[in-house]
Nanobody, 124 residues
Framework: QVQLVESGGGSVQAGGSLRLSCAVS????????MGWFRQAPGKGREGVAG?????STKYADSVKGRFTISKDGNTLYLQMNSLEPEDTGMYYC????????????????????WGQGTQVTVSS
């Protein structure tokens, strides 16, 4: 059974930083792409950052230059700097079932496994 468990969320003032972590159990395909998604109150879920097995990455325009996605073994990270109130939301770790380019890793149609989410709140 695939499990993704996020940690590292919290409350921070605008301009601050947080680092999210996601512990990933063994995926059916070791080349599966992975990503981070978020859902703000009253809005749909959006892809924030994705990483393919070759470590190529894709970011949403709203977080480029501020967020960095990375992998180390079975742990996925999202380093978030210069946080803004608009970054507030529930953040989800996600993985696909098969290999995909990083661009596809930020599209939830290509995601098969989800974590339970971790809350990030940024105050102004």
């Amino acid at each position: 059974q695939v499990q993704l468990v996020e940690s590292g969320g919290g409350s921070v003032q605008a301009g601050g930083s947080l680092r999210l972590s996601c512990a990933v159990s063994t995926l059916p395909d070791s080349r599966s792409c992975m990503g981070w998604f978020r859902q703000a109150p009253g809005k749909g879920r959006e892809g924030v950052a994705g990483i393919a097995s070759d470590r190529s990455t894709k970011y949403a325009d709203s977080v480029k230059g501020r967020f960095t996605i990375s992998k180390d073994g079975n742990t996925l990270y999202l380093q978030m700097n210069s946080l803004e109130p608009e970054d507030t939301g529930m953040y989800y770790c996600a993985a696909g079932r098969i290999w995909a380019a990083a661009t596809r890793c930020v599209n939830e149609n290509n995601i098969n496994y989800w974590g339970q989410g971790t809350q990030v709140t940024v105050s102004s």
